[in-house]
C-alpha cells in the first residue's frame, strides 16, 4: 500500500510509516491512500476496540515495517470506551471519553505511540511543535507526555484559551513544555512555521491534524459504530458530524469507502460558512474564520478538504455524497437549552450544530449525532444556558488540578529553544 499526495506533482509514493512520519508531502499537499482498501475479511468486532482498529487500519500498513508493531500501538492508544448513547429513539455517539474529554485523544495517542515505537527503533529523537488555541493542544500534551524519544513545545496565546484549556495545557512536567505567547494564536502559528524553516533546527516535527496517523484512527470508530448500529436496527447509519477542518468527517468518508454500513454523512459547521456555499454555488471560496460558541470549528479554509476534493472528483460527485449546514451561535444556545429541558441531555456548543441539523433537516428520520467534545469543557458557555453546574469526567477533573507550569515568552520563535 502506498500513499501519495493530493497535489500529486511529483509522482512520489510513500508508505504509511513515512507519510506520518513526514506529516505533510513534499510538494505541500496531503497524504492519501492510492486507492482506499476494504475492509479486510479478517474484520470482527467481537476481540474488542483496540483489535477491531488494528483490523481498520491493518490494510493501510501492507508491506509497511511497522506493520508488525500496530496491534500493540493500538492496545495502549485506544484504552478508553466509544459510546453510543440513545434517548427518545435518537443516538449520539460519544468520542469523548478519552483522557482530555474531546475526540481528538484518538488521534493524539495514536500518532504519539506510533512515533515513540518507530523512533525506538530508530534511536532518533524528535520534538513536536503545536500552536494551539484550544482542544488540539491539550490532546496532543496529553498524548505524548512520557513518551520517549519524543518532547512537546505547547505554545497558546496569552488570554486567547480558556482556563480549563489553559490548565490542561500546562499541568504535565518531564518531555511537554508549555509557553504562554504575548501574542494572538497566529503570532503562535507563524513562530512553530519560522522554527520549521530555520536550517539550524533539527528534528522538529508537527502533530497537527492533516497528519495520516491522526486521520486513521478516526477511520475506526465510524466502522466500529456503524457495525453496531446495523446489528441494532439493521439499517446502515447517517453520521451527522460537527466539523471545522474536516479531519473527523474525513475518517467517517473513509469508513464509507471501505466498506462499513454507512449511508450517509452530513456536516454540521458554525457560522463559518465555507461548505455549505461551496454546495450551494459550485464554488469554493476558503476565507478567514469567525468566531463562535463552538471555537474549535472556527474555520474558514478547512486543511482536510484537499483529501474530500481527492475523494469526490467532480462538484457533482461531491454533491451527490456530502451535504452540509451552517448553525449559528443562537441556535448553538437554544439547541443546547432546548436538549436538556426536553431530553435531560447536556451536550457541548459544537455537539449542539450536529444536534441542531437533525433537528431541523432530518427531522424523525434516524440519525446517529457525533459528539465531539464533553460538555464539561466548555462549563463557561453551557453552565449559564442550562442555569447548573456541569460535573466534571474524573480525568479531566484529575488534570484540572494539577499544578501548572509555563514559560511567558514574546513572539520570537528561538526563545523557544
Ligand atoms: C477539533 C474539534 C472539532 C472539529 O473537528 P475537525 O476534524 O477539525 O472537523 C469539533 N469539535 C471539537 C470539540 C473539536 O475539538
Known amino acids: 500500500m502506498y500513499f501519495v499526495s493530493t497535489r500529486d506533482e511529483s509522482g512520489s509514493k510513500f508508505t504509511a510509516s513515512e507519510a506520518i512520519m513526514k506529516g505533510l508531502a513534499p510538494d505541500g499537499g496531503l497524504f492519501v491512500p492510492e486507492r482506499i482498501p476494504d475492509l479486510g475479511p479478517d474484520f470482527t468486532m467481537e476481540k474488542g476496540y483496540a483489535y477491531a482498529a488494528y483490523e481498520v487500519i491493518k490494510p493501510y500498513f501492507e508491506g509497511d515495517e511497522a506493520l508488525d508493531d500496530l496491534y500493540d500501538i493500538c492496545q495502549k492508544a485506544f484504552n478508553f470506551p466509544v459510546s453510543f448513547h440513545t434517548r427518545e429513539g435518537k443516538d449520539t455517539l460519544e468520542l469523548y471519553w478519552g483522557p482530555t474529554s474531546a475526540f481528538k485523544d484518538f488521534g493524539a495517542r495514536f500518532l504519539a505511540f506510533f512515533m515513540e515505537s518507530r523512533l525506538k527503533k530508530s534511536g532518533e529523537d524528535l520534538t513536536v511543535l503545536v500552536a494551539t488555541s484550544g482542544d488540539t493542544g491539550g ?5 505524548f507526555h512520557e513518551r520517549e524519544h519524543l518532547r512537546v513545545k505547547v505554545l497558546f496565546p496569552k488570554g486567547g484559551v480558556s482556563e480549563r484549556q489553559m490548565r490542561q495545557l500546562t499541568c504535565f512536567d518531564g518531555n511537554v513544555e508549555a509557553f504562554e505567547v504575548n501574542g494572538t494564536f497566529d503570532d503562535c502559528q507563524k513562530m512553530v512555521k519560522d522554527a520549521f524553516m530555520d536550517p539550524s533546527l533539527h528534528g522538529l516535527t508537527s502533530a497537527n491534524s492533516i497528519n495520516l496517523g491522526r486521520l486513521l484512527p478516526q477511520v475506526v470508530y465510524y466502522v466500529w459504530a456503524s457495525f ?3 446489528a441494532r436496527y439493521g439499517r446502515e447509519a447517517v453520521f451527522i458530524v460537527p466539523s471545522g477542518n474536516v479531519g473527523n468527517s474525513t475518517g467517517a468518508f473513509w469508513a464509507k469507502a471501505m466498506g462499513a454500513p454507512i449511508r450517509h454523512i452530513e456536516l454540521a459547521v458554525n457560522a463559518n460558512r465555507t461548505i455549505p456555499d461551496y454546495l450551494e454555488s459550485g464554488e ?6 469567525c468566531h463562535t460558541l463552538a471555537n474549535a470549528m472556527d474555520v474558514g479554509a478547512p486543511s482536510n478538504m484537499e483529501r474530500l476534493f481527492n475523494l469526490f472528483k467532480s462538484y457533482d460527485e461531491f454533491k451527490a455524497n456530502v451535504t452540509s449546514h451552517s448553525v449559528d451561535d443562537y ?14 441531555y447536556l451536550i457541548c456548543p459544537h455537539t449542539a450544530c450536529a444536534e441542531y441539523v437533525r433537528r431541523k433537516y432530518y427531522d424523525g428520520k434516524p440519525t446517529v449525532v457525533v459528539s465531539t467534545a464533553h460538555p464539561a469543557k466548555f462549563e463557561s458557555i453551557v453552565e449559564p444556558i442550562i442555569g447548573k453546574t ?3 469526567p474524573e480525568t479531566l477533573y484529575d488534570m484540572l488540578t494539577r499544578d501548572c507550569s509555563y514559560t511567558e515568552i514574546g513572539t520570537d520563535y528561538r526563545d523557544l529553544f
Open 228 to 230: 453496531i448500529y446495523k
Open 390 to 392: 456541569v460535573a466534571i
Open 284 to 289: 469554493y471560496r476558503p476565507r478567514k474564520s
Open 331 to 344: 441556535k448553538i444556545r437554544t439547541t443546547i437549552r432546548e436538549v436538556f429541558e426536553e431530553e435531560g
Open 139 to 143: 490532546a496532543v500534551a496529553s498524548a
